[in-house]
T-cell receptor, first 114, second 116 residues
Framework: AQSVAQPEDQVNVAEGNPLTVKCTYS??????LFWYVQYPNRGLQFLLK??????LVKGSYGFEAEFNKSQTSFHLKKPSALVSDSALYFC????????????FGKGTRLHILP | DVKVTQSSRYLVKRTGEKVFLECVQD?????MFWYRQDPGLGLRLIYF???????EKGDIPEGYSVSREKKERFSLILESASTNQTSMYLC???????????????FGSGTQLSVL
């Protein structure tokens, strides 16, 4: 069965600094990886995904993520953080093998400090 | 844009009541999902459906059932609500069951259920 781990409950970054939110996964086949963001009092929004192709994936709001098969990781990154990036971020995985379940991590709360 | 609509934003029920949470999507998506979101636990999959009248258990199906009589509607049922089912419930939908470059989940705004 697939699983995903977000090792940090919270990440604090100063505005203007680069940010990284970590995600590792476990699957039987090839992974299909996603990042979603939840702003306060709003639903989850899709940020980006890796299905196949380039390991560096670019998404909404200037975010990108790097797929690393050997380290089974899919860390979310942004070169320069904005205060408005403060939100709850979820990594999700779907396994190429098996059913169509999409499993989410526990989430990482990102605080961007002005 | 795809719209996923959950019938109630807030719901308060009593222990033992039968509770129906409704979800409707307007983009003819095959897949529909029910998650619950709890602080520190993230999103946990309760049930999902990849076609009408089809359902699959997720990671925490106990105490829940689902119904998908029509493609656009996916209902979550709490047969006898308990206080540990107090949570935010999120419905989502997506395109076909095969992996496509367009695949992503579209979420509803959630239903905050309180069981007293």
């Amino acid at each position: 069965a697939q699983s995903v781990a977000q090792p940090e409950d919270q990440v604090n970054v100063a505005e203007g600094n680069p940010l990284t939110v970590k995600c590792t996964y476990s699957v039987s086949g090839n992974p299909y990886l996603f990042w979603y963001v939840q702003y306060p009092n709003r639903g989850l929004q899709f940020l980006l995904k890796y299905i196949t192709g380039d390991n560096l994936v670019k998404g909404s709001y200037g975010f990108e993520a790097e797929f690393n098969k050997s380290q089974t990781s899919f860390h979310l990154k942004k070169p320069s953080a904005l205060v408005s990036d403060s939100a709850l971020y979820f990594c999700a995985v779907r396994d190429e093998i098996g059913d169509d379940k999409i499993i989410f991590g526990k989430g990482t709360r990102l605080h961007i400090l002005p | 844009d795809v719209k996923v609509t959950q019938s109630s934003r807030y719901l308060v029920k009593r222990t033992g009541e039968k509770v129906f949470l409704e979800c409707v999507q307007d983009m003819d998506h095959e897949n529909m999902f029910w998650y619950r979101q709890d602080p520190g636990l993230g999103l946990r999959l309760i049930y999902f459906s990849y076609d009408v009248k089809m359902k699959e258990k997720g990671d925490i199906p106990e105490g829940y059932s689902v119904s998908r009589e029509k493609k656009e509607r996916f209902s979550l049922i709490l047969e006898s609500a308990s206080t540990n089912q107090t949570s935010m419930y999120l419905c989502a939908s997506s395109l076909t069951g095969t992996f496509t470059t367009n695949e992503k989940l579209f979420f509803g705004s959630g239903t905050q259920l309180s069981v007293l």
